[in-house]
């Protein structure tokens, strides 16, 4: 694999240092990079890592339904792993944690009694296993998500040069048109290869996009094989059936989630609990329509008005079955806009303490709404170099907030109340403010 430099080791390195640290669960969705984020940090800031997989090796689940002690664990694993295990000197990985629930309850004991070993686990289905209650001890370990790779971290592993143009990045500075043009271009490549870890190593290394869509395909087989195996009260079907709509439910004209496009005559219970599932797993970003553009935005959730969008850009585009030279080509085709906000979402998430929400009734909407504070932003997503949508501009009228921004193709620049963010820079929207 290739050099990949991924935001989240700084995010453990800190973890690692910090006085309250308890045992690290990452969570994500499957192949996002979670094992491979887990060994590069025992790899380069420990002096070794011992890496234990339940789903691989049966037999340890056994040490931690029978044992309680983590002085024991300590001893059987050190057996199992052939090394000696030391405290701050070695870490200790789980994966595949979800396939032991004994061992997750476990951490709660290294939090009490063995804080001086340091412990970080992993799976995949982890959040569907951490959404109910009681099943994991609350309080006692960190939590952190794992996303597929951000634009600039797909900058940094694609093109190093540019990246580092793109660091340098600052509020309100004119951008070159040269660096402007090869931005776009690499936002362009990044619509057709998103962030899935496999996706970008084999961009780097073979530049081929008829493999990228073999591995996306292998990858949508993967998660719908997991749909069917899962083994919750959530019926596989269902699950299957809502996975499967989100093209057709993002290419409606307001691309509110309708369940009745899921199937003739669905109704919400029918669907309700996949559709948690397959946000709770990460497979979808879930956004709320909320009745105010006020804060918090979370009082004025409307809990049945949602859009849903998929995790990772690339596998929406191949799910949508876009052709490659309709997005290289600058040419306008149907689906550019629900792409277009899939990107901006997945941009947002992890940037924002608050998720983003959108604002729908009979006359307006605006598509995303960023809580920065106490400041409610407006956000509109535009696909293209087009100008703004009335409602867009009619709420900056009546509203004079602060802030509001707008992405589309067109240059960095402030624009009377607007500011105009090129797509390539959602991922600093934080810092440009």
Not at 29 to 43: D, F, I, N, S, Y
Not at 241 to 247: E, G, P, Y
Request: glycine residues 6%.
């Amino acid at each position: 694999m290739s050099r990949m430099k991924r935001n989240a080791i700084q995010k453990l390195v800190a973890w690692k240092s910090s006085e309250d640290r308890k045992p690290m669960v990452l969570k994500g969705a499957r192949q996002v990079g979670k094992t491979w984020l887990m060994k590069e940090l025992g790899q380069n800031y420990y002096d070794s890592y011992v890496y234990f997989n339940f789903d691989e090796e049966d037999e340890l689940k056994s040490i931690f339904e029978i044992n309680k002690n983590p002085q024991r664990i300590i001893e059987l694993l050190s057996l199992i792993a052939g090394e000696r295990i030391l405290p701050e000197k070695t870490l200790i990985i789980f994966d595949e944690i979800q396939e032991c629930p004994e061992a997750l309850n476990t951490l709660k004991y290294f939090k009490e009694k063995a804080n001086e070993y340091h412990v970080i686990a992993a799976g995949s289905l982890l959040g569907t296993l951490l959404a109910q209650p009681k099943s994991y001890p609350v309080g006692m370990v960190n939590l952190l998500d794992i996303y597929p790779l951000a634009f600039d971290e797909f900058l940094e592993a694609t093109d190093e040069s540019l990246y580092a143009y793109y660091s340098s990045i600052q509020k309100e500075q004119p951008i070159e048109g040269i660096f402007h043009n090869r931005l776009l271009e690499a936002y362009n490549y990044y619509l057709i290869i998103g962030g899935m870890p496999e996706c970008v190593s084999s961009w780097i290394a073979h530049k081929d996009p008829a493999k990228i869509s073999q591995i996306q395909k292998e990858l949508i087989e993967v998660y719908e094989n997991d749909f069917s195996k899962h083994n919750g009260k959530v019926n596989s079907g269902r699950i299957l059936m809502v996975f499967r709509s989100i093209v057709a439910q993002l290419a409606k004209p307001n691309e509110k989630f309708m369940y009745g496009a899921v199937r003739e005559g669905g109704r919400a219970r029918d669907f309700e609990e996949a559709i948690e599932w397959l946000v709770s797993a990460g497979m979808l970003n879930r956004v709320y329509n909320v009745s105010k553009m006020e804060h918090p935005l979370a009082a004025f959730d409307k809990l049945d008005q949602f859009k849903l969008f998929v995790f990772d850009t690339g596998l929406l585009k191949h799910m949508a079955g876009i052709d490659n030279s309709a997005i290289l080509l600058k040419t306008d085709y149907q689906f550019k806009g629900p792409l277009t906000e899939n990107y901006v979402l997945q941009q947002f998430r992890g940037q924002f303490d608050v998720e983003p929400r959108y604002y729908s009734d009979k006359n307006s909407e605006i598509d995303f709404l960023i809580q920065y504070g106490t400041k409610i932003i407006p956000v509109e997503a535009k696909g293209g170099e087009d100008k703004s949508a009335p409602s867009f501009k009619k709420y900056i009228a009546d509203r004079q907030p602060e802030y509001a921004l707008r992405y589309s193709k067109r240059g960095y620049r402030k624009d009377g109340s607007i500011t105009n963010l090129p797509l390539y820079l959602a991922r600093k929207t934080k810092e440009l403010l």
